[in-house]
């Protein structure tokens, strides 16, 4: 597709619950950030790979949230054990340049509502 | 610690005035700004963006100013269409850093 694509658009999760959501970058990118959009806030960085190599994960909030992008490509963000505090929108953006954050261009992301 | 903050969470002008969005930062080792403009059920899309080399970058009907010694900037849009209303998001990193930090969004409200 023409632009950065997330799925499921919509999750909803019992506390407790492993989630997993899954971003596909545009074709050729090789930087892929995840973010997390709590309810009347800005996004906030989680990680950061250049191809398949996660080069910053200092945002994640707990060990209980992992992402990888083994072939450089799709990324997948996986939460263990959700909290009611994860209910969020995770975005996902890609970008063509490996320097700086210029242009990065975001997917719709995946509303987790976790109860 | 909020790093970047836009102050005003609303914003409403008529259509052809000016809107005027502001930010205020406070790390010093951000060198790059960029704004964000987000329509509901869809992510951030890039708007315009400014080097800290710079204190004026215009785009069409867009125009960044960046006061460093103010630690702020504001975006102007001139001619304000209803089509321009959504969520602005003002955005800084850092040489050194691989992320973008957000302010909390500016809801622009262009009314016909």
């Known amino acids: 597709g023409a632009g950065v694509s997330q799925s499921p658009r919509y999750k909803v999760a019992k506390r407790g619950q492993d989630v997993a959501l899954r971003c596909d970058p545009i074709?050729?990118?090789?930087?892929l950030f995840w973010y997390q959009q709590a309810l009347g806030q800005g996004p906030e960085f989680l990680t950061y790979f250049q191809n398949e190599a996660q080069l910053d994960k200092s945002g994640l909030p707990s060990d209980r949230f992992f992402a990888e992008r083994p072939e450089g490509s799709v990324s997948t963000l996986k939460i263990q054990r959700t909290q009611q505090e994860d209910s969020a929108v995770y975005l996902c953006?890609?970008?063509?340049?490996?320097?700086?954050?210029?242009?990065?261009?975001f997917g719709s992301g995946t509303q987790l509502s976790v109860l | 610690d909020q790093q970047v903050k836009q102050n005003s969470p609303s914003l409403s002008v008529q259509e052809g005035r000016i809107s005027i969005l502001n930010c205020d930062y406070t790390?010093?080792?951000?060198?790059?700004f960029l704004w964000y403009k987000k329509y509901p059920a869809e992510g951030p899309t890039f708007l315009i963006s400014?080097?800290?080399?710079?204190d004026k970058n215009e785009d069409g009907r867009f125009t960044v100013f960046l006061n460093k010694s103010a630690k702020h900037l504001s975006l102007h849009i001139v001619p304000s269409q209803p089509g321009d209303s959504a969520v602005y998001f003002c955005a800084a990193s850092s040489a050194s850093g691989s992320r973008l930090t957000f302010g909390e969004g500016t809801q622009l409200t262009v009314n016909p």
């Open positions: 953006a890609s970008s063509s340049s490996q320097i700086t954050n210029e242009k990065l261009f």
């Open positions: 790390n010093s080792m951000f060198d790059y």
């Open positions: 074709s050729g990118h090789v930087s």
């Open positions: 400014i080097s800290s080399i710079k």
